[in-house]
């Protein structure tokens, strides 16, 4: 993803902190990390610290981003959903026929290329990478915990109404009804596959509880 | 460039709102803009937020950031400069000034475009690719950038290293070492020199001020 923005806060590094140490005891060949969870809930910023923390380990790894592999590009995609309605909303958004493809590109440690959007001129360019002696693959996405062949599936537990709250979404986009429509139908999309998930992350600044 | 962390203050959304004036009033198709200052000047933070200003006002524009075009791998070039001195290596000569042009013609002719993109996480040199077509402004960020031929707007950052050292560490980007001030310090020369080619100057209070 090119041009987005992250929030990197103590949160997010506590919160990756506690996937390494898991990560570093289970540790295989090609070793697949899903971080999913609802919109702005943190699971770029996650992926990131993750990232930078395996870095310092001396693990070669590659973030993945899910909203590069939407198969309608972001400028086209309220249109879209318009059309086909809030039921087309959810995981077949995704092209999961090019998902498979970087997958396997990792796998068998190949030169690979993959989408890559560019927030600010809206279009899907390719990037092309090299997985060559890449270990670690870190998928962050709403629905990446579907990804089924993954060793690790973190799910980060809070919904896009604690976000709301938070003025985390508000600040960014303006939230008319059809965008609360889709925000609705992601939640539940997204807590319907929260059973997949095998690593529960809470954000609850209170406690500040990891479970598992 | 992927994984790269931004800092955006106000003095970037003051300093872009002062300087969108001056391209929309000098708006063409295939306009190009370079930010040149030395390192942890707010360059990628200044160019993130024009991009994003213009795009509000209807122009597609993507920012291209030169650190991808160095010659040598991020992960060789300190053993690089040290085998051939600093006074030698560092400087104009570091950059892949064929490759950076190449993209610029395909820009210019709205071509499908090949380039280097670094993903900071990984330190791996990645390529994308993309289609110019229909871009109608690219934002060349770069310690040298303003020294690109065929410029139409070109900003230059007076804040030296000596001011954002600070800034540096608090970017968390790199351990500061002795060698590597040295290399600041030859930087911070030759960025200089290029000084007198901005059309445009943001000074040391990040206010915009017009060349004569």
New interface residues.
């Given amino acids: ?3 987005d ?2 929030l ?1 806060n103590k949160k997010h590094e506590g919160a990756a902190r506690t996937i390494l140490d898991r990560v570093i005891q289970e540790l295989t060949p090609k070793y697949i990390i899903t971080i999913s969870g609802e919109v702005e809930t943190g699971k770029c910023e996650v992926a ?1 610290m993750l ?2 923390l395996l ?1 310092k380990e001396g693990i ?4 993945l981003h899910m909203d590069n592999y939407y198969k309608i590009a972001p400028l086209e995609r309220n249109d879209w959903r318009r059309r086909h309605g809030i039921d087309s909303v959810g995981y077949n958004e995704y092209d999961w026929e090019v998902v498979s493809r970087t997958l396997k590109g990792f796998r068998e440690g190949k030169l690979t ?1 993959l989408p ?1 959007v ?1 927030l ?4 899907i ?6 997985f060559a002696g ?1 270990q670690v693959l870190i998928i962050e996405g709403l629905y990446s915990v579907k990804i089924e062949e993954a060793n690790l599936k973190v799910f980060i537990e809070q919904t896009y109404r604690d976000t709301i709250e938070e003025q985390k979404l508000s600040g960014k986009e303006e939230l008319d009804d059809f965008r609360m429509q889709i925000l609705e139908r992601e939640h539940q999309v997204v807590q319907s596959l929260k059973p997949l998930a095998d690593f529960y992350l809470d954000f609850d600044t209170s406690s500040e509880i990891f479970h598992y | 460039m992927l994984g790269d962390v931004l800092l955006i203050g106000e003095k970037h959304e003051n300093a872009a709102k002062i300087i969108l004036p001056h391209i929309l009033k000098n708006r063409k198709n295939k306009y190009i803009i370079a930010i040149s200052g030395e390192s942890g000047s707010g360059k990628t933070e200044l160019s993130h937020v024009i991009a994003r200003m213009l795009r509000k006002e209807g122009i597609i524009c993507k920012p291209i950031h030169i650190d991808n075009y160095y010659r040598i791998h991020p992960l060789e070039r300190t053993e690089w400069r040290k085998a051939h001195g600093i006074e030698t290596a560092v400087g104009l000569g570091e950059y892949d000034w064929d490759t950076i042009y190449r993209n610029i013609d395909d820009f210019r002719n709205d071509m499908i475009s090949t380039m280097p993109c670094i993903d900071l996480v990984t330190e791996q040199v990645d390529h994308l690719t993309t289609d110019f077509k229909g871009i109608e402004m690219i934002i060349v960020d770069g310690l040298y950038a303003i020294h690109t031929e065929g410029v139409d707007l070109r900003i230059f950052i007076e804040l030296t290293y000596h001011e954002t050292k600070k800034a540096q560490v608090v970017r968390g980007k790199e351990p500061q070492n002795e060698y590597r001030m040295h290399v600041l310090e030859r930087e911070h020369q030759v960025v200089q020199s290029l000084r007198d080619k901005a059309d445009i100057f943001i000074n040391k209070e990040y206010q915009v001020v017009t060349a004569r």
């Fill in positions: 993803m090119l041009n923005i992250l990197l990131h990232g930078r870095k070669g790894l590659k973030l290329t890559c560019d600010f001129t809206g279009q360019d390719q990037l092309t990478t090299n890449i």
